[in-house]
């Protein structure tokens, strides 16, 4: 009897993937988005691990234009996951090149290879030294790129393709923001923050149609933020809870785990706190702020509250804890700042 229940189970999962699997090949949500700037949250975690928030992603679509700022271990697989096709990728911008925001840099160029039978590589744009990141990649992953074009044909993905071409711009001075991109009503500008000692380190600004977004790349708290986010619709802006980092580092110490311990007792050094991240958007005028990098992993919901500790009073707007898959979108032509869930 086992059996033949286990047979009737398989049968009936069959018949559903040859249902399902056609749409959800074709799925593009970020397709069916009005005109404006919409904002995907691919990984609100940090370094850390974390089974609910994945490593620093932000996906970022301005009309049909998709961009994608960062790109942390397992991105591409949670793009993935959303139905965000990896093919319509037009760029990949890096803020700075710690380990948790350049890890799936090599998957993502990959799905969008595969995704689009690209001709030409990723472009990825970021501060000097992005150059270093793309040809150690390039060179990780030109082996793998050959069997592929090998195995599947020139037709299939054309080898001009493959990999990734870097475009570094100059490191932007304090008060002095660099335009990275600006192609008709599209603007894409970069501004130093600071995150020392991984310097130079940058966050971005999208401005199109009249809607605006800043993503603060990790940072520190620092007037630049509040500079380059005034007005904006929505900041996107990294934190640390001392207090709850605190209590891993104390009980790492405990536990004898004294270089991790060390570890835990420098992060507040280059991170600004839920509180800050809220007095910049107070100070900004900015309509709506969402709190992603999260630090320490909140392994239940109730420690949000303690997470974001006097935020919520220091920033009258709507406030959120980024998860994965959030979706913020700002409609050309309107004010409002939406939020739903993609998957």
């Known amino acids: 009897m086992p059996g033949v229940l286990t047979a009737l189970r398989g049968r009936i999962a069959l018949a559903a993937v040859r249902r399902t699997l056609p749409r959800r090949l074709t799925a593009d949500p970020l397709g069916e988005l009005p005109d404006g700037l919409h904002a995907v949250i691919v990984g609100a975690g940090s370094p850390l691990p974390d089974p609910r928030r994945g490593q620093p992603c932000v996906a970022v679509q301005a009309g049909r234009r998709l961009f994608i700022v960062d790109a942390g271990e397992g991105a591409a697989e949670t793009l993935n996951a959303l139905q965000v096709p990896a093919g319509r990728v037009e760029a990949l911008l890096l803020t700075h090149f710690h380990s948790d925001h350049i890890g799936g840099l090599g998957s993502l160029a990959i799905q ?29 992953f030109a082996l793998d790129s050959g069997y592929r074009v090998a195995h599947h044909g020139e037709a299939t993905l054309p080898p001009s393709g493959a990999g990734m071409s870097a475009e570094p711009f100059a490191a932007p001075e304090p008060e002095a923001p660099v335009t990275v991109l600006q192609d008709g009503e599209l603007t894409i500008t970069a501004f130093r923050v600071v995150h020392t000692p991984a310097d130079p380190a940058v966050g971005f600004r999208f401005d199109y149609r009249g809607r605006s977004l800043v993503i603060s790349g990790d940072t520190s708290s620092v ?104 979706l913020f979108s700002l409609p050309a032509g309107g004010t409002a700042v939406d939020r739903k869930r993609l998957g």
């Open 112 to 140: 969008r290879w595969a995704g689009s039978q690209a001709a030409t590589p990723l472009r990825v744009l970021g501060p000097p030294g992005t150059e270093r990141i793309v040809a150690g990649y390039n060179e990780a």
């Open 223 to 326: 007037p630049e933020i509040t500079r380059m986010a005034q007005g904006v619709d929505l900041l996107i802006h990294d934190a640390l809870s001392r207090p709850l980092l605190k209590l891993v580092e104390d009980a790492s110490r405990k536990a004898g785990f004294t270089g991790r311990a060390k570890i835990f007792s420098d992060l507040p050094d280059y991170h600004a706190s839920p509180e800050e991240a809220a007095d910049a958007a107070s100070a900004a005028g900015v309509k709506a702020l969402v709190i992603t990098h999260i630090v320490p992993p909140l392994p239940m919901r109730a420690l949000e509250g303690p997470f974001l500790g006097a935020a919520p009073e220091r920033f009258g707007g709507p406030l959120w804890l980024a998860q994965d898959g959030d």
